[in-house]
Structures are given as structure tokens and as C-alpha cells.
């Protein structure tokens, strides 16, 4: 098996990146696709494949597309060409998808890839999806992401049967808006582990494995989470500073502690953004991502690989076709 | 002037309605709606109006609105008469909500009420609606909750000519979908301090005094944004927790410290949502509501009434009506 790792996107690339890929121990080869100077001092025990320009983080994808000789394009054209299993990148998201969704192409019956993303709670994890990849979707498209989204859950993290919600205003059947209550009917009909409703306070405590919503609201969700995160944490350096010498204290004496908590809530234990629904296993980390985030998007790509999650969505979303609402 | 009060509301009541009551020093009369037994033993200089029935937190509105009993139902009803000039609840949000626009009637040209909620952020506050008074928004509606936002800052954090920005998942003007480009450009056409999209994450910057969302999406977020609060702390305590002596000591030592901050981050300087449109001033607290957020829900609400938001409210619907697009 061959991973591959954008060497220059993300905010603290190439460090962080090549010190991922130096602490990988595992049984697969790792391709870092980026400017060979910059990384063939440091990078040990990987391939380079060398590529000459770089999409900026705040490039329009519609531009950034252009770019065949970018990081970004030379590491999809390599899983395209099958020299490599998985593309992993921390740089523009939209220029990532546009090209994956492009070069890769579709897995068969799926209408509208997604991106889906670990949220950690009170009580594990929650597979959040579309997060973005779309900004329209149609009630089916809802239904394939909770397929989708439950063969990823049970591939990564091994369970079984995992359950999905839909993110609504109310737990009832009769609420949220009318598109959510045709998606409630065809989800109820189409899959087997269907939840019902979930709030907004509900998704923290894990209640579900899947969470259904459509790209606008996963996306405003997903960064609203991180910066209340942020927020949460900058009052706290705001009290500490603004209290008496024990709260001082107590704040020098805590701060890296709770760093380390709020670390595991903003940054992911899976690495990053799933893209579920294109040919290709493709990871898109946070441009602020840290080596050990990319260290381990690199390993739940390998697992993505090796538990042949695509072929699952593939032979499930046929199955649907063929009118089985079992998925298996 | 008279400010109505909710006794029996929210999961604390009627202990810290009595309690906010008794605290306030105000140039102003209040009402107590709710059980007479229960409350005349410990309220001090307030009236209180007897009502028979309370509506459960879970009750469904369209079941709740028939208690007209209820210390809901009398609440408005008195407000209705003009017995009282605002009427604050930490009860059942969606019968309030319910009451409220049926029996108190909408402000002329308001097609659809919303409620509005201060979101407290490093550079203060910026009020977000719809937060839920609506599951289904036209475009020209967001329009009018533009306005209606920009009132009501205008009044109460006495801003002059505060911005407006437009939830989005993308900062350029073509970004978000269909629904969120018409509106972009008709907020354009019609706000003179339209500032545009804002993401997810620069929501708790401040950036916009005002931040317009349909009520699907405000009410998902208003939700998570509480949960990821508690979510923190929770794992701040488990941190702890799970620390070495030294840990712990930081924990004791901060503890109450790092709580008061985040009880900033979640409860309202300005004491619940207001609900924006109709022919009344009405405030609906937080269910876990304690009694420093009623009390300054009931000044909320008494600065609403004189600074005459819903007569502005109605002077600029009405202005905008005739083709003026300047606000005033």
C-alpha cells in the first residue's frame, strides 16, 4: 500500500509534515508529493515526487483547478493513476475537492460526494456529514450520506449496525423544516439504523454514530464549533489574567492541562474531512493541523484502504438501487 | 410602566423568578403571573395575577395554546390589554413564541416575527436571528430581520447604524447557495450597512452587530454553541480529574473562576432571546435560567419599551415599504 501526503499545504507545511511522516511506523510506503528541495533534507524512509508550484490556501478553486503541476494536482493525478492508494492534504479545501471530485470521478450511483468529519463528545464520536462539499442537496443525496457515512463509521471504527441521525430543530417527527420532514420519511424507509431527529445541543453526547445535515449548516457547524473552542478558551487566559494570585495560580499550573483537553475536542483523533462518494481515498486535514493530526489522517487512510470502505459504499448504494434497504 | 413576569417558567421557577423580582431596583411596576400560593409568601413589591395552570417545558405549543389559563397564556393576554408593557418567560419557548404572535398580532409589514439572541464573543456582542421562530424563510424575510436586528441594537447597546452581516459558508459574494445570493443581494440593494458574508468561525469575532440566519440553522447553532460550552467544561473537570497533584491544585484553585467566565459564554448579559415583530415586547429566558438572567431579562426588557423599538421597527418596515431604503 501507498499513501500519499501533500508535503506543502497547510499552514505549517512542509515541518509538520515531514515530521508525520517520519514518526509513521507502519506496513505501507508513504509518497510525499511537494518541492523537493524543501523536503528531501528532513524526509526519511518516503518517496518525493517533486511538484512545482503550490495552491494557496486562499486560492479560488476555480483558479487553483488550473494547476495541474501543484501539489494538490500531481497527488490526485498519482491516485487517478493508481501509483498511489490514498491523497492526503492540509491545503485549500475547495481546490481539494473540486480536483478529486474531477480527476477521480464518482463512485457508481452516488449523485453528490461529501465531506465528512469526526466530532468528539462526551461520549466518543460522531461522523458529521456533508460539512461543506456541497451547498444544494436534494432529499436522496440525504440518504446516500447516511449510507455513506455508515460504512465509513463501520469501517474506521468497527461497529456494527451504526446508527444515523438527522439534524433538526426538534426530536419529533413534525418538526424542522419541510425538506428535513421528506428527508425523516425516506431515511425511516431506507435505512435500518435510522435514529430520528437530533438537536443542536444533542450532538456532542454521541447519541448517534452518522449525523445527516446538508453542506451549508455542517460547514457553518463544524467552524462555529471550533471557534467557540477557541473562544472558550481565550476567556479563560482572559479570567486567569483578570484574577486574584490563586486563580494566577491555578492557571499557570492548569493551563497545559486543559490545552491538552481542549486539543482533543478541536483537533481530531481521524485527522481530518473525510471526502466520501469519489473514487479515491481522500483526506483533507485543517490548514492549523499539527504533525500529529496529519500522522493521523495518515493512519485512517491506511484503515479506509485496507477495510475497502469504497467498494462497501459502492455495493450498499447498489443494493439501494435494487430496492434492499439492508445494508450489509 | 409594568413588566410582566412569568412566575412558574423554567426548570428553577418560581425560586429565581422570586428572586430576580426582589432584587430589582427599577422606576418601574412588576407583575407576577403565575400560582398566588406560591409565590405571596416571598415576593416583595410586586403584584402578583393568579393563574390556575402552568404549560410543561415539553408541552407541544399547538396543545399549550389552548391553556389559556396558564401563567403563559394570561401573561400575554394582559399584555394584549395593555396592562402590562413587555412580558418576560423562561417557560416553554414554542408555546410563548405561539402566544405571542397570535394573540399580540405582528408589527405592520412584518411578515414573519423572529426571535434574536446577543451572542457574547471576544469583541462583545453580536445579536443573531432567526434563532428558531421560523423553520421556513423567504428571502425578503431575512430582509426584514435585517432591519428589525439593527432596531433592536440600535436600542439597546445604543450603537448607531450597526452592521449587518449575512451567515454564510463562504466570504465572497458568490459563495452559499441560491437562497443565500438572493439574499446577499438584496441585503445589498436594501441595507445601507450591509457588510456581507460572515463564516461559521468569525461569528464570536464580532465583526457584525447584527448576523442574520434563517431560523433552522440559528436554532441549530444557538443549541451546539451551548452544548460545546458544556462540552469544555466537562472535559476540563475530567482533565482534572484525570491530572497529577499538580493539576488538581490548578483545578481547586480555578475552578470557579474558569466557571464565571464560561457562565459569561453562556448566559445573556441581555437574558434570553427576543422575540422581534409582534405587537409587544417580549423576552423568552434560557429553561436553566438563573435569577441574575431574569433580572436582566426584566431590564432588557424595560429599556426596550422606552426606547420604542417596535415603533422604529414599524417606521423603517414601513419606510423601506415606500421605496427608502435609509434606515432611521
Not at 449510507?147 to 451504526?162: D, R, T
Request: proline content about 2%; charged content about 30%; glycine content about 12%.
Amino acid at each position: 500500500m501507498k499513501i500519499g501526503v501533500d508535503g506543502m499545504g497547510g499552514d505549517y507545511a512542509p515541518q509538520v509534515v515531514i515530521e508525520a511522516v517520519n514518526s509513521i511506523k507502519g506496513e505501507f510506503d508513504i509518497v510525499v508529493v511537494g518541492n523537493e528541495k524543501a523536503l528531501k533534507n528532513e524526509l526519511k524512509n518516503a518517496e518525493i515526487v517533486h511538484a512545482e508550484e503550490v495552491i494557496e490556501m486562499e486560492e479560488e478553486p476555480q483558479k487553483a483547478i488550473k494547476k495541474k503541476n501543484s501539489s494538490i494536482g500531481i497527488g490526485i493525478a498519482l491516485e487517478k493513476e493508481e501509483k498511489i492508494d490514498a491523497f492526503i492534504s492540509a491545503g485549500n479545501t475547495g481546490a481539494y475537492v473540486m480536483f478529486s471530485v474531477l480527476e477521480l470521478g464518482r463512485i457508481e450511483n452516488v449523485r453528490r460526494p461529501a465531506l465528512g468529519v469526526f466530532f468528539p463528545g462526551k461520549n466518543g464520536y460522531t461522523f458529521v456529514l456533508d460539512v461543506g462539499a456541497n451547498v444544494e442537496s436534494k432529499v436522496e443525496d440525504m440518504v446516500d450520506f447516511g449510507i455513506m457515512g455508515s460504512m465509513c463509521v463501520e469501517g474506521l471504527i468497527e461497529k456494527k449496525n451504526p446508527t444515523v441521525g438527522l439534524l433538526s430543530i426538534g426530536e419529533e417527527e413534525i418538526k424542522g423544516s419541510y425538506f428535513n420532514k421528506e428527508i425523516f420519511n425516506l431515511m425511516k424507509e431506507k435505512l435500518p439504523n435510522f435514529y430520528g431527529n437530533i438537536e443542536g445541543h444533542k450532538i456532542l453526547d454521541n447519541v448517534v454514530d452518522v449525523l445527516v445535515c446538508d453542506g451549508f449548516v455542517g460547514n457553518v457547524l463544524l467552524k462555529f464549533g471550533e471557534s467557540v473552542v477557541d473562544t472558550v478558551w481565550w476567556a479563560m487566559k482572559e479570567g486567569i489574567k483578570k484574577g486574584k494570585i490563586f486563580a494566577k495560580l491555578g492557571g499557570i499550573l492548569l493551563q497545559k492541562h486543559i490545552k491538552k483537553e481542549l486539543g482533543r475536542l478541536r483537533y481530531q483523533k481521524y485527522g481530518g474531512a473525510i471526502l466520501l462518494g469519489v473514487k479515491g481515498v481522500n483526506i483533507i486535514c485543517h490548514g492549523r493541523s499539527d504533525a500529529e493530526t496529519i500522522r493521523n489522517a495518515i493512519y485512517t487512510a491506511e484503515k479506509y484502504v485496507k477495510k475497502r470502505i469504497n467498494k462497501k459504499i459502492e455495493e450498499n448504494l447498489k443494493r439501494r438501487k435494487n430496492g434492499k434497504n439492508n445494508l450489509f
